[in-house]
């Protein structure tokens, strides 16, 4: 690997450092209704202002052991995963996106002298809110069971801005829509794997609408605002879905909220399956707690401060296996993309799986239904 991209790595680790200690901000702060901008960072235990050598993303935290120089209170351990964490998310969608161009986009690349081109670096910035969003509402949703709007919201908005810039089959010129003959149906299995992957990886329909042709702003605003809202309908619907049968409150709208933002960028067929893959891995996320036994709520104040006294147990939320589902889609949709083709664009199949969905989900809810207990009754003189 040469000098220059192995520096451009180490810059990439850097900022998702710096980005990882801005959502502890969030983290912090934004459930309890907090700027994030003021005051500065303190210790919530003793209120004394943190110094700017105290608060470097990691070399701060290992400096003081995890405790505050002034009073000694332990600050969580979530501060330090959660910088790692997203310095090491952000390379590795820098080495996937830009070094090994996973997506196999023209001119999104490492040029000859070593440097990410123009392309590659405006399309790596796109996706990192996205990455910084799902991590920031994964980390909220597990700590605090809320996802707020602040981030999902902020993060739409770019999401639809930049489908307006970047719209399909963009890197790839607009004939590569030439793929598939005009007029035919996209269903058919001759033409199975010929739609371009670009930045937005797929139309929200195929042919193609003459008002919205390939690479036209109105294709790539379409894309974004109509997987915006079928990533919060398919949640909202599940959800209805869910509590009909349960008889109790399933899924939260933060939940749509967030898949909403992953549509604007991704589109809906991305979105729709995200869910799916997300419920698995949440199951996975689920087990994995109770195999190594964090069953327990993290219990802690504003600013994440621990509280002593026993742990309530609690269920895992979804936003970090919904987070997961949408990075796994996404990734593998070279691979999965061909193999869902047939159903995503003919109107009559889509609603036929959509009604068998439904059915299946409230049957499902049915099944899982626990009978209400009754309080008992106590004999009074």
């Known amino acids: 690997m040469q000098l220059p991209v192995v520096l451009w790595c180490l810059w990439v680790f850097a900022l998702g450092l710096m980005v990882g200690s801005f959502i502890n901000v969030l983290v912090a702060r934004l459930p309890f209704e907090k ?85 590659a670096l405006g399309l790596f910035a796109y996706h990192l809110v996205l990455v910084s969003a799902l991590i920031a509402a ?9 996802i707020p709007a602040e981030i999902t919201y902020t993060a739409l908005a770019v999401g639809i801005a930049g489908g307006a810039f970047l719209p399909w089959p963009w890197p790839h010129p607009a004939e590569a829509a030439g793929a598939i003959p005009a007029g035919d149906p996209w269903i058919l299995l001759s033409h199975v794997g010929k739609v371009a992957v670009g930045a937005q990886p797929w139309p929200f329909w195929g042919p193609l609408f003459d ?28 959800k209805w879905l869910f509590e009909t049968g349960l008889g109790r409150e399933a899924l939260g709208l933060g939940d749509a909220d967030l898949l909403m933002t992953a549509g604007a960028f991704l589109g809906w067929q991305i979105a729709v399956l995200a869910l799916f893959v997300g419920a698995f891995a949440a199951l996975v996320l689920k087990l994995l707690q109770a195999f190594l036994g964090g069953s327990d709520a993290p219990q802690s104040a504003p600013g994440g401060t621990p509280i ?19 990075v796994v889609t996404w990734f593998a949709w070279p691979w999965l993309g061909p193999r869902v083709q047939f159903p995503f664009f003919d109107a009559t199949v889509m609603a036929v799986l959509v009604g068998v969905m439904a059915v299946g989900v409230l049957a499902a809810a049915l099944v899982l239904r626990r009978p209400v207990e009754e309080p008992v009754a106590t004999a009074t003189k």
């Open 35 to 119: 700027s994030i901008v003021w005051p500065s960072s303190r210790c919530f235990a003793c209120y004394t202002k943190i110094r700017l050598t105290d608060n470097l993303p990691i070399l701060g935290y290992l400096r003081l052991r995890g405790r505050c120089r002034a009073c000694g209170a332990a600050f969580s351990a979530r501060y330090l995963w959660v910088e790692v964490g997203t310095g090491v998310a952000f390379l590795a969608l820098f080495l996937a996106e830009v070094v090994f161009n996973r997506f196999n986009l023209p001119g999104v690349s490492i040029s000859g002298d070593g440097l990410p081109t123009a392309r």
């Open 308 to 326: 002593s006294g026993p742990a309530q147990p609690r269920e895992l939320p979804f936003g970090p296996g919904l987070a997961i589902g949408v």
């Open 211 to 238: 008002s919205a042709p390939a690479g036209s702003w109105q294709l790539g605003l379409l894309n974004a605002v109509l997987g915006a809202l079928a990533g919060s309908l398919v949640v909202r619907a599940i």
């Open 138 to 146: 994964a980390v909220v949703d597990y700590e605090h069971r809320i």
